[in-house]
């Protein structure tokens, strides 16, 4: 779609009056550019990234997982990342925990059929509509998360993949105070992961399973496996359950097989 209206750039101001006591989020370290190449990118070349924010308007070269490009119209999406200090046996785990922050965000909007794909695409409706990329630089982790507001023809037409975006849902959300919202979810999820790590939050992502109990795919290296999407395991893995045995999952890509759907619940 073409934009109806233009969407009001973010009020850097409002956001940080918004976070004050936010943990370690709290102490205005917020950075925002009109344009980057990618906010992951600009926090990861900072020497101490831990309770940085940064926020674009545009990304030139915004990134996914696995060297994929990820496409966005300017002012039309939210383009976030933030830092954090982790211990080096946590580091599993903390892009399933950063769904959960985004899930819970989007659901203090209203949003519905809100969901998560292992490892890291947020759902809604069955389609994908953001994505979280973590990075690790020693102990300092940088968190990226893009979510779909407004997409435009031009852009949306560069997207390889079912997709949609929160206007196109008849969703009419303000994108400061949704920041605002994603920033003190992550402040509380990761601080109990940095307590507890995962095993705490295994039961909440398996409820926002988009694809738990579906027949899947997953491709993992030089293996492909097949079999029935199980949820995650207390360490953030992917159980699949077939040829007679249950398959942990570290790291793969995962799609749908024939005669799946996708679920869309609320």
């Known amino acids: ?55 674009a308007e545009n990304q030139s070269a915004g990134r996914g997982r696995r060297g ?58 069955g389609k994908k509509a953001g994505g979280i990329l973590v990075e690790i630089s020693g102990l300092n982790c940088v968190i990226g998360i893009g979510l779909n507001i407004m997409v435009s023809d031009p852009v949306a037409g560069k997207i390889d993949q079912p997709w949609v975006d929160l206007k196109s849902m008849g969703y009419q959300i303000d994108r400061d105070q949704l920041v605002v919202e994603l920033v003190k979810n992550h402040a509380s999820v990761l601080t109990d992961f940095t307590a507890r790590g995962f095993a ?7 409820l926002a399973d988009a694809y738990r109990g579906q027949p899947v795919q997953v491709v993992s290296g030089s293996r492909v496996i097949n079999g029935i999407a199980s949820g995650v395991d207390e360490t953030g893995a992917l159980l699949i359950a077939g040829d007679g045995v249950v398959h942990r999952i570290i790291s793969g890509e995962v799609s749908l097989r024939a005669g799946g759907r996708r679920s869309g619940k609320s």
């Open 1 to 55: 779609m073409e934009f109806s209206q233009k969407i009001a750039r973010h009020d850097i101001d409002t956001i940080r009056n918004a976070l004050v006591g936010i943990g370690r989020f709290s102490g205005g370290q917020i950075h925002y550019f009109d344009e980057l190449d990618s906010t992951n990118n600009w926090l990861l070349e900072q020497s101490d990234p831990d309770g940085c924010i940064c926020l």
């Open 68 to 125: 994929k490009s990820w496409q966005n119209s300017r002012s039309g999406s939210i383009l976030l990342s933030l830092g954090w200090r982790l211990n080096r046996s946590e580091i599993q785990g903390v892009s399933l925990v950063s769904g959960i922050a985004v899930i819970e965000s989007l659901r203090e909007f209203g949003v519905q059929q809100v969901e998560l794909k292992w490892p890291n695409d947020i759902l809604i409706g």
């Open 200 to 206: 705490g939050f295994s039961d909440q992502w398996n």
